[in-house]
């Protein structure tokens, strides 16, 4: 069936380097995409989004990549800090306008040591 | 209220109890969301509220799972004789009519002993 998923479960990252999470989609339909990052017992937060008539999009400090054409999505984090240590999520919308609905992956976990 | 709320955190049950969960969301978010969360996994869909719209049940994995929301805001999730394999995170989120983000709850954790 349709899906969300992710290369690497675990991503460990030095203290200042940059970090690049990557996600794969299946459903070619899918118009809008989100990074959600996770800490430990608290619910996903909200990071950046994109939709599928750009391929790239800067918020601060992150950068979210969109390819079509291989159905491929990543997040860039910059200057990476202990801070960004969590779990991030890529998600997908399936379903039209209001009706949205996301799909989510099963996760990346970022650590980020000194 | 400023985020989306639920309630309890922490919930442990005995296997065969009925458990209800509660969420409230954003003021004047019309879309509400359930997601399951298993340890270790992604977030697994279960029910979404739109407006006065039928909700899109497609998720719930059995018919022990309900869910409701009354007048347009709080939601309630039911889980009828709860099993061990019920024991997950269940987080709730709300959105904007016109608006795709949704903004996630801290979660109820669930634990069937």
């Known amino acids: 069936g349709e899906s969300v998923g992710l290369h690497l479960p675990t991503l460990s990252v030095q203290e200042g380097d940059n970090s690049i999470i990557n996600c794969a989609y299946s459903?070619?339909?899918?118009?809008?995409f989100i990074w959600y990052k996770q800490e430990s017992g608290k619910g996903p937060q909200f990071i950046i989004d994109i939709r599928s008539n750009m391929d790239k999009r800067q918020g601060q400090r992150v950068t979210v990549l969109l390819n079509k054409t291989v159905k491929h999505l990543s997040l860039q984090i910059a200057a990476t800090q202990p801070g960004d240590s969590a779990v991030y999520f890529c998600a997908e919308n399936i379903g039209t306008g209001t009706a949205s609905k996301l799909t989510f992956g099963t996760g990346t976990r970022l650590q980020v040591t000194l | 209220g400023a985020g989306v709320s639920q309630s309890p955190s922490n919930k442990v049950t005995e296997k065969g109890k009925d458990v209800e969960l509660r969420c409230d969301p954003i003021?004047?978010?019309?879309?509400l969301y359930w997601y399951r969360q298993s340890l270790g996994q992604g977030l697994e869909f279960l029910i979404y509220?739109?407006?006065?719209?039928?909700?899109?049940k497609s998720g719930l994995p059995s018919d022990r799972f309900s869910a409701e929301r009354t007048g347009g805001s709080v939601s309630t999730l039911t889980i009828q004789r709860t099993q061990q394999e019920d024991s997950a995170v269940y987080l709730c989120?709300?959105?904007?009519?016109?608006?795709?983000?949704?903004?996630f709850g801290s979660g109820t954790r669930l634990t069937v002993v």
């Open positions: 989120a709300s959105s904007p009519h016109s608006q795709y983000g949704y903004t």
């Open positions: 509220f739109q407006g006065n719209s039928a909700p899109d």
């Open positions: 459903n070619s339909a899918s118009d809008y």
């Open positions: 003021s004047g978010h019309t879309a």
